[in-house]
């Protein structure tokens, strides 16, 4: 989103954190969507670097328990 248009301009979080109370949520999303469905995104060539890029995720264990608490707000409406 922060790539491709103006909407993170004067917003609360940082697109380039991946997990944090700063974090982009959409960031921590989309990684975690990447990773439990990575298997199925492995065998589409345009997708095969992105789910690459999850090897070199050192912070992957929190970012999955952050998304999971997204989610979990978002479902509560919470969030």
């Not at 970012?63 to 608490?69: N, P, S, V, W």
Request: glycine residues 6%; positive net charge.
């Amino acid at each position: 989103i922060s790539r491709m248009s103006n909407y993170c301009k004067g917003c609360a979080y940082n697109p380039k954190l991946r997990v944090g109370d700063d974090a982009c949520p959409f960031t921590t999303l989309y990684w975690d969507f990447l990773d439990r469905h990575k298997e199925a995104f492995a065998k589409n060539h345009r997708m095969s670097q992105q789910v690459f890029g999850l090897k070199r995720l050192s912070d992957l264990p929190e970012l999955k328990e952050r998304a999971q608490e997204l989610l979990e707000g978002l479902q509560k409406g919470t969030i």
